[in-house]
Protein backbone atom coordinates (compact mmCIF):
# COMPACT_ATOMS: atom_id res chain seq x y z
CA UNK A 1 0.00 0.00 0.00
CA UNK A 2 1.49 3.25 -0.83
CA UNK A 3 1.04 6.11 2.68
CA UNK A 4 1.95 9.33 1.63
CA UNK A 5 3.15 11.10 4.52
CA UNK A 6 3.46 15.38 4.97
CA UNK A 7 5.93 16.41 7.37
CA UNK A 8 7.87 13.58 7.56
CA UNK A 9 10.83 15.15 9.07
CA UNK A 10 9.10 16.09 11.73
CA UNK A 11 8.49 13.90 15.04
CA UNK A 12 5.35 12.30 14.32
CA UNK A 13 6.15 12.26 10.71
CA UNK A 14 9.38 10.14 11.36
CA UNK A 15 8.34 8.24 13.58
CA UNK A 16 5.03 6.91 10.78
CA UNK A 17 7.86 6.64 8.47
CA UNK A 18 9.80 4.23 10.57
CA UNK A 19 6.93 1.80 10.86
CA UNK A 20 5.46 1.86 8.28
CA UNK A 21 8.30 2.23 5.96
CA UNK A 22 9.03 -1.52 6.74
CA UNK A 23 5.36 -2.88 5.03
CA UNK A 24 4.21 -0.18 2.96
CA UNK A 25 5.66 2.29 0.39
CA UNK A 26 6.59 5.64 1.95
CA UNK A 27 6.49 8.79 -0.36
CA UNK A 28 7.41 11.46 1.60
CA UNK A 29 5.64 14.81 0.28
CA UNK A 30 6.56 18.54 1.44
CA UNK A 31 6.14 22.23 -0.14
CA UNK A 32 10.00 22.25 0.12
CA UNK A 33 10.76 19.30 1.24
CA UNK A 34 10.77 15.21 0.84
CA UNK A 35 10.96 13.04 -2.23
CA UNK A 36 8.53 15.33 -3.80
CA UNK A 37 7.52 19.15 -3.62
CA UNK A 38 3.27 18.97 -4.99
CA UNK A 39 0.31 20.34 -4.06
CA UNK A 40 -2.02 18.22 -2.46
CA UNK A 41 -4.25 18.23 -5.48
CA UNK A 42 -1.12 16.26 -7.48
CA UNK A 43 -1.24 13.64 -4.63
CA UNK A 44 -4.54 12.76 -3.51
CA UNK A 45 -5.64 10.86 -6.45
CA UNK A 46 -3.05 8.06 -5.72
CA UNK A 47 -3.32 8.51 -1.17
CA UNK A 48 -4.76 5.63 0.16
CA UNK A 49 -4.54 6.95 3.67
CA UNK A 50 -3.85 11.01 4.81
CA UNK A 51 -2.91 11.66 7.80
CA UNK A 52 -2.52 15.36 8.84
CA UNK A 53 -2.65 18.44 11.73
CA UNK A 54 -6.22 19.12 11.20
CA UNK A 55 -5.99 22.23 8.81
CA UNK A 56 -7.52 22.54 5.09
CA UNK A 57 -5.97 19.62 3.71
CA UNK A 58 -7.10 17.27 6.51
CA UNK A 59 -10.45 18.23 5.64
CA UNK A 60 -10.36 17.75 1.83
CA UNK A 61 -8.46 14.42 1.67
CA UNK A 62 -12.11 13.50 4.03
CA UNK A 63 -13.86 15.12 2.02
CA UNK A 64 -12.58 13.62 -0.81
CA UNK A 65 -13.45 10.19 0.14
CA UNK A 66 -9.71 9.77 1.20
CA UNK A 67 -9.16 7.47 4.70
CA UNK A 68 -7.86 10.43 6.44
CA UNK A 69 -7.14 11.08 10.17
CA UNK A 70 -6.47 14.24 12.11
CA UNK A 71 -4.00 14.26 14.71
CA UNK A 72 -5.37 18.38 15.72
CA UNK A 73 -4.68 19.10 19.23
CA UNK A 74 -7.06 21.89 20.42
CA UNK A 75 -10.72 21.93 19.81
CA UNK A 76 -12.41 21.10 16.75
CA UNK A 77 -14.19 23.52 14.61
CA UNK A 78 -17.90 22.63 13.87
CA UNK A 79 -16.47 21.51 9.96
CA UNK A 80 -14.26 18.97 12.47
CA UNK A 81 -17.61 17.95 14.61
CA UNK A 82 -19.64 17.63 11.22
CA UNK A 83 -16.71 15.26 9.03
CA UNK A 84 -16.35 13.15 12.75
CA UNK A 85 -20.25 12.88 12.51
CA UNK A 86 -20.66 11.78 8.73
CA UNK A 87 -17.49 9.60 9.36
CA UNK A 88 -15.30 11.22 7.07
CA UNK A 89 -12.57 11.13 9.14
CA UNK A 90 -11.03 10.10 12.20
CA UNK A 91 -9.30 12.33 14.98
CA UNK A 92 -6.87 11.09 17.26
CA UNK A 93 -4.36 13.60 18.85
CA UNK A 94 -2.64 10.57 20.09
CA UNK A 95 -2.20 8.92 17.53
CA UNK A 96 0.54 5.87 17.80
CA UNK A 97 1.89 3.67 15.27
CA UNK A 98 -0.12 0.86 16.36
CA UNK A 99 -3.19 2.67 15.85
CA UNK A 100 -2.35 4.12 12.69
CA UNK A 101 -1.54 0.27 11.93
CA UNK A 102 -4.98 -0.93 12.86
CA UNK A 103 -6.20 2.34 10.85
CA UNK A 104 -4.57 2.12 7.54
CA UNK A 105 -5.17 -2.25 7.75
CA UNK A 106 -9.16 -1.24 7.89
CA UNK A 107 -8.96 1.46 5.81
CA UNK A 108 -11.08 1.98 2.43
CA UNK A 109 -11.81 5.21 -0.08
CA UNK A 110 -15.33 6.40 -0.12
CA UNK A 111 -17.25 7.86 -2.62
CA UNK A 112 -16.41 11.77 -2.39
CA UNK A 113 -18.84 13.61 -0.65
CA UNK A 114 -20.59 15.14 -3.39
CA UNK A 115 -23.40 17.22 -1.17
CA UNK A 116 -20.36 18.84 0.80
CA UNK A 117 -18.77 19.59 -2.41
CA UNK A 118 -21.51 21.28 -3.67
CA UNK A 119 -21.49 23.56 -0.86
CA UNK A 120 -18.30 24.53 -0.76
CA UNK A 121 -18.91 25.71 -4.42
CA UNK A 122 -22.35 27.40 -2.87
CA UNK A 123 -20.48 29.15 -0.57
CA UNK A 124 -17.34 30.09 -2.83
CA UNK A 125 -19.97 32.15 -5.09
CA UNK A 126 -21.53 33.46 -2.69
CA UNK A 127 -18.41 35.00 -1.21
CA UNK A 128 -17.33 35.87 -4.69
CA UNK A 129 -20.36 37.63 -5.26
CA UNK A 130 -20.33 39.68 -2.04
CA UNK A 131 -16.71 40.78 -2.98
CA UNK A 132 -17.10 41.24 -6.62
CA UNK A 133 -20.97 41.88 -6.90
CA UNK A 134 -20.78 39.27 -9.96
Partial sequence: MKVVVIGAA?????AVVE???QRHEI???GS???QYQVDIADIAPDCDLFVGAGGTMTREMAVLGIPTISVYQDE???VDRYLLKVDAF?????LTAPRLMA???SAARKPANR???DKGQQAYAMVKSAILGC
Avoid: W, Y
Fill in 103 to 105: ILE
Fill in 32 to 34: SSG
Fill in 90 to 94: VHDPA
Fill in 76 to 78: LLD
Fill in 19 to 21: QLG
Fill in 27 to 29: VTV
Fill in 10 to 14: GTVGK
Fill in 115 to 117: ALL
